[in-house]
């Protein structure tokens, strides 16, 4: 009975510590508490929904945001390099960014479904971990702007 | 002779993996639906999901090759019936196989050289976030256990129909827990952080396919270029057939022997030798089990022919 409580405790832990990032994203934002972002429009800075997510992050994260000045394509290139942590943006639903970086699940979304722009955090490619981290955070936002 | 291709003595067996063949194609299905919900980006899940889906191949050519072998009857267009539909489904099996694991190795090694990072992210499931490499590992080892029960259910089979399409779906079933464990692998390995470990296990699934493939593929051509017989999943000379070589030989001294097969069946022409005085069904010569002669379908005697016959016209 103990060995298979022992067991079970070392799966739950083993189900915690996965995934991980290999290019070591949380565990860096963990010890320098901060991670850089950026928007793909400046608009987008000033969106409530987006404001909203990037607050969630800090909250769950125990980070600060760094705004970067960079937008535009030139964000997501500095995602893709991993010089930055996030990128939020209106992306369309078939968007060709899809394959070139990871994008989080929809905040808010403007138009009808087939040309549906969908505001969105985009983060590195493989980055499990961080992804899962802004992915949680997407859907507490947008759960919380569809109560009210 | 029976008026189809497949010998009565065959019938009940054939049955059995026909009925066997039908619940491989619904597991089967099943597995592809279970991997094709959780496949993400993942190089590994995706490699895997092909595989499987190519599983489907050689039980389908089995069937239709089966179908026409019982049903289908001998005729002035088809007068052999159709003995070859097996080999020629198990020659198409070969090049799915073989094609579409080159093409898997190609993308999981452009994914190794761009250095490609998989993203697997997260699902809501009874509002818990679950970490979707959770679930990919679930349908891995959920695909381990159909193909093993339905390769160890097929082996018997096979052997008793000396089927090649069948014996080798069955080997790749039983071996499928290798590609199980690559594919495990690689979904840890995703989860550690290892962003290659993902290429890095798509490219040995890839590899094990092309060389399922390949190996299919040099049984299934030797038989319809009239090779030799070969044993089941084997590029070697079949024991039946070299026996059955060495007693027509012993028989008929001095005679050239040659043999091939036609799908299950064996056919044998003896030349330079005038064909017994006495009338011979050809399961006579088989030199094994009595059970299994029904594979010897034919023995031809060829003449010896003089040099001054040849050319010589036809009736006055």
């Known amino acids: 009975m103990m060995r298979w409580g022992a067991l079970m405790l070392l799966l739950l832990a083993a189900c915690d510590a996965l995934p991980r990032d290999p290019a070591a994203t949380s565990q860096r934002i963990a010890q320098t508490h901060s991670f850089s972002v950026a928007a793909l429009d400046p608009s987008v800075r000033e969106a409530r929904d987006a404001r909203r997510l990037v607050a969630e992050i800090e909250r769950r994260s125990g980070a600060t945001a760094q705004w970067s000045r960079v937008s535009g394509e030139a964000a997501l290139k500095r995602l893709d390099d991993g010089t930055l942590d996030l990128v939020l943006g209106n992306f369309d639903t078939a968007s060709p960014w899809a394959t070139d970086v990871a994008l989080g699940p929809p905040l808010a979304t403007q138009g009808k479904s087939s040309d549906a722009i969908e505001l969105k955090a985009a983060m590195r490619n493989g980055e499990n971990r961080w992804i899962m981290m802004v992915e949680r955070a997407s859907r507490a936002v947008s759960a919380e702007a569809r109560t009210e | ?316």
């Open chain 2, 1 to 316: 002779m029976s008026d189809n291709s497949l010998p009565d003595e065959l019938a009940q067996t054939m049955r059995r993996a026909v009925r066997l063949e039908y619940w491989n194609i619904f597991w089967t299905a099943t597995v592809i639906v279970m991997m094709g919900l959780v496949l993400g980006q993942s190089e590994t899940m995706k490699t895997a999901w092909v595989e499987d889906t190519l599983g489907l191949v050689p039980p389908i050519m089995f069937l239709i090759a089966a179908r026409l072998e019982s049903d289908g009857e001998r005729s002035e267009r088809y007068p052999f019936g159709f003995e070859r539909v097996n080999g020629l489904g198990f020659f198409v099996a070969a090049v799915a196989l073989a094609a579409v694991g080159a093409l898997l190795l190609y993308n999981a090694v452009v994914a190794l050289a761009t250095q490609e990072h998989a993203t697997v992210g997260s699902i809501v499931i009874l509002g818990q976030d679950i970490w979707l490499g959770w679930l990919m590992v679930g349908a891995q080892l959920y695909s381990l256990v159909p193909p093993l029960i339905i390769g160890r259910r097929e082996l018997p089979l096979a052997e008793e129909l000396n089927d090649k399409l069948l014996h080798t779906d069955a080997l790749m079933n039983k071996a499928n827990w290798l590609t199980g464990a690559a594919g495990l692998a690689g979904v840890i390995g995703l989860g550690m952080g290892w962003w290659w470990a993902d290429s890095l296990a798509a490219a040995v699934i890839s590899v094990d396919v092309i060389n399922d493939g390949i190996k299919a593929l040099r049984s299934a051509t030797a038989e319809l270029i009239d090779g030799a017989p070969r044993g089941l999943s084997s590029v070697e000379l079949s024991e039946d057939g070299q026996k059955l070589c060495k007693r027509l030989r012993e028989e008929f001294p001095g005679a050239t022997v040659r043999l091939r097969e036609t799908g299950r069946l064996i056919r044998a022409e003896v030349h330079e030798t005038h064909a017994p005085q006495e009338c011979r069904h050809p399961r006579h010569y088989w030199p094994g089990d009595e059970e299994r002669a029904w594979r010897l379908a034919q023995v031809s005697f060829i003449p010896p022919v003089a040099e001054h016959d040849i050319g010589t016209a036809g009736p006055d």
